[in-house]
C-alpha cells in the first residue's frame, strides 16, 4: 500500500504546480496520520525530489529528479499495456540479457526492463554501446504479438517509426531520421540504436525483446574521443535538457499504438511513415554483409521491411540485414 500512497502524494505535489500542500489535508483525504505522510515525504527527499516548507501552508515541491524509476515512468505513462510492469534498476550489464531471462519466465507483454546505466550494453552485431549513468535510456521491452517469426523481422523498422514519432511529439524543434534499418540519426549523428531479437519456435513467436538506446543527456564532452563525431544526444540537439521518463512513457505510448496496427495489417500500414522518415531511402549507400559490399541508390523498402538496393547496371539487390553506410 505504501508504494501507491508515495505515489498519490507525489501526482498532488506535481499536480500542484508550485502551490503549497498542506500535509493535514494530504493526511486527512488519504486517511492517514500527519507522521505517515512526513515519513513519505522523507522517502522522497531521498529519492532527490525536493521541497520547501512553507509556515501554516505546507510543502511546496522545488524539484524533481530526473530518473527512469517507474512512480516517476507512471506519471506520464498513457497505455494500456506497455509500462504497466517495470523493472527498474541502477545498474545492469544489459538490459536484454534480464529481459531475455524474465521472458522466459513468463513476464507478461509489455513488461519493461529499464537501467540508469548498462555495463555491457550491446548493439547490432555485438558491438559494444556506451551507457553512462544517468544520461541515457537504456531500456527493453518485453512484446507478445501475435505475429509469425517471418513477419518479425521487420519489427524493427516499427519501433523506429515509434521513437521518432515519440521524439518529434515532445521535442518538435529535433529531426530525428531513420537510417535502415536500426539507428535514429540526428544531422548525421547516431543518437539512438534498437535491437529486436526474438524468442520463438517454428512458426510462433514466443516474445520479441525489443531494446532501445538513446543518448537522451549526454553533453558532448561526454562522449569518448572515438565516437564524438559520430554520436549526439537529444539535449544537444533540442538545446534542453531532456524529462527521460516522459519520453519513455511517450515511445510506449506510440509502441503500443503501432504495435496492434502491425498486428492487425502487417507492416505495409507503416510502411509509408517509414519511408518519410528514412534518410536512407533515395541516397547513394554501400551496403556491407558478411559476405561481401556492394554500392547502388537505396531505392526503397518491401511490405516485408527489406531494403532494395538498385546498382548501377540497373539490377536490383534484395538486403535482409547488412551495415549501411551513406556515401
Known sequence: MSMSMKDEILKRLLASSGEAVSGQELADSLGVSRTAIWKHMQTLQEEGYTFETVKKKGYVLTGVPNSLSPTQIELFLNTERLGRKIHYFDVV?????????????????????????????????????????????????ILRPDVSPQQASSFTLVVAVAVTMAIKTLYKQVEPAIKWPNDLLINGKKCTGILTEMQAEADLVQALLVGIGINANQLESDFSPDIADIATSLRIA??????????????????????????????????????????TIGQRIEVTTLRERFEGIASGITDEGVLQLTQNDGTIRTIYSGDVKIL
Not at 130 to 138: D, K, L, Q, R, V
Not at 243 to 259: D, G, P, S, W
Open 93 to 141: 550489464d544489459s538490459t536484454q540479457t534480464i529481459a531475455h531471462k524474465l521472458a522466459q519466465e513468463g513476464a507478461p507483454d509489455g513488461t519493461i526492463v529499464i537501467s540508469e546505466e548498462q555495463t555491457a550494453g550491446r548493439g547490432r552485431m555485438a558491438r559494444p554501446w556506451e551507457s553512462a549513468n544517468g544520461t541515457g535510456i537504456w531500456m527493453t521491452i
Open 238 to 279: 533540442a538545446g534542453e535538457e531532456i524529462n527521460r521518463a516522459a519520453l519513455v512513457a511517450t515511445i510506449l505510448q506510440y509502441l503500443e499504438q503501432f504495435t496492434a496496427l502491425y498486428v492487425k495489417e502487417g507492416f505495409s500500414s507503416i510502411k509509408a511513415l517509414w519511408e518519410q522518415m528514412s534518410c
